[in-house]
């Protein structure tokens, strides 16, 4: 696993630097906010510096900043409010569909095949979803800091991960959408960074601390779980029309979205979503079998 993450430093010290900033920036949300932004601006740094990143770009962060900075301090302008909610929505959501002009991501695994019956596999660390999930949690979710919190967090994550892992990958099994295919990426622990970071942990905080917990307010958790389910498998129909694939989505948002709900903890949904797509990495066909 470590000859392919030293062979990355060999090739582009400056990329992996430029990747390593970001991560090391999000991770930092919970240790020390100000140290946070400062890895996170210095990533845009060179990310500038490397082409990878316009002034358009980089504009857009400054926009949906202010954006987020707005809406946490307009108490009595509903409308404005909700203006600015479905404006920051937008720009989340583009970013999540790589939408936004001027980011240029960062392509670490070319196709590979990855599983057997499979089709290539590549995975990228996305600076324009990376960032835009770094400004979502900066502004929007409080980080657990004491023993109580994590508590909570670890409670909800070996309660949840079991019954998803179980539910998801039990109905493909049973249905041979996939196969038993234990295996030892040589990427993994790069994968693991990027995915926990600047997959997981972006689309929970977007989904759960953004778009359910709003609802929440307005509908109710039960419901607010329901339309997020619904937003989450919307999402995925951008990449895919396969109703199977879909169906998977909306049953593990359905998990995500519960762990939410019974502990109030972005990171605890994170875990659970984390864990479930390691658990398909490492144990079943990745991405899924081309026949099924």
Same mark, same amino acid.
């Given at each position: 696993?470590?000859?392919?993450? /030293? ?14 900033? @970001?991560?090391?920036? %999000?991770?930092? /949300?919970? %240790?020390? !906010? ?16 490397? +082409? ?11 926009l949906l900043s202010a954006l987020l900075l707005l809406e946490r301090h307009i108490n009595r302008a509903p409308i404005l409010k909700g203006l600015v909610t479905v404006a920051i929505a ?5 970013s999540f569909f790589h939408l936004l002009p001027g980011f240029t991501n960062w392509q670490i695994l070319p196709p590979t095949q990855v599983s057997s019956g499979a089709p290539p596999y ?7 979803? #990376?960032?835009? +999930? ?6 929007? %979710? ?13 409670? +909800? ?12 990958? #039990? %109905? &493909? ?34 989904? !759960?601390?953004?778009?359910?917990e709003r609802f929440s307010r307005w509908i109710g958790p039960w419901n607010a779980l329901i339309i997020t389910t619904l937003a989450f498998m919307g999402g995925h129909f951008y990449f ?5 694939? @879909?169906? @998977? ?9 519960? &762990?939410?709900? @019974? ?24 991405? !899924?079998?081309?026949?099924?």
């Amino acid at each position: 696993m470590f000859p392919f993450l /030293l062979n990355h430093w060999e090739k582009d010290p400056l990329l992996c630097l430029m990747g390593s900033l @970001l991560l090391l920036a %999000i991770t930092c /949300l919970w %240790i020390h !906010r100000h140290v946070a932004f400062f890895l996170a601006l210095s990533s845009v740094g060179l990310a500038y510096y490397m +082409g990878r990143m316009s002034p358009f770009a980089i504009g857009i962060l400054g926009l949906l900043s202010a954006l987020l900075l707005l809406e946490r301090h307009i108490n009595r302008a509903p409308i404005l409010k909700g203006l600015v909610t479905v404006a920051i929505a937008t720009v989340a959501t583009a970013s999540f569909f790589h939408l936004l002009p001027g980011f240029t991501n960062w392509q670490i695994l070319p196709p590979t095949q990855v599983s057997s019956g499979a089709p290539p596999y590549d995975f990228y660390l996305n600076l324009d979803k #990376g960032l835009v +999930g770094f400004l979502l949690l900066f502004f929007m %979710i409080k980080p657990a800091q004491n023993r109580h919190e994590w508590a909570l967090i670890l409670k +909800g994550w070996l309660a949840l991960t079991p019954w998803g892992i179980l539910c998801l990958l #039990g %109905i &493909t099994y049973f249905f041979g959408w996939t196969v038993y295919e234990p295996k030892k990426p040589t990427f993994f622990l790069v994968w693991a960074a990027v995915n926990l970071l600047t997959v997981s942990l972006v689309e929970e905080a977007f989904y !759960r601390g953004f778009i359910q917990e709003r609802f929440s307010r307005w509908i109710g958790p039960w419901n607010a779980l329901i339309i997020t389910t619904l937003a989450f498998m919307g999402g995925h129909f951008y990449f895919t029309h396969d109703w199977r694939y @879909l169906s @998977l989505v909306g049953l593990a948002s359905f998990f995500y979205g519960l &762990t939410y709900n @019974l502990t109030k903890r972005v990171e605890a949904a994170a875990l659970v979503h984390f864990s479930v797509n390691a658990f398909h990495l490492l144990l079943w066909t990745y991405p !899924r079998l081309l026949a099924a």
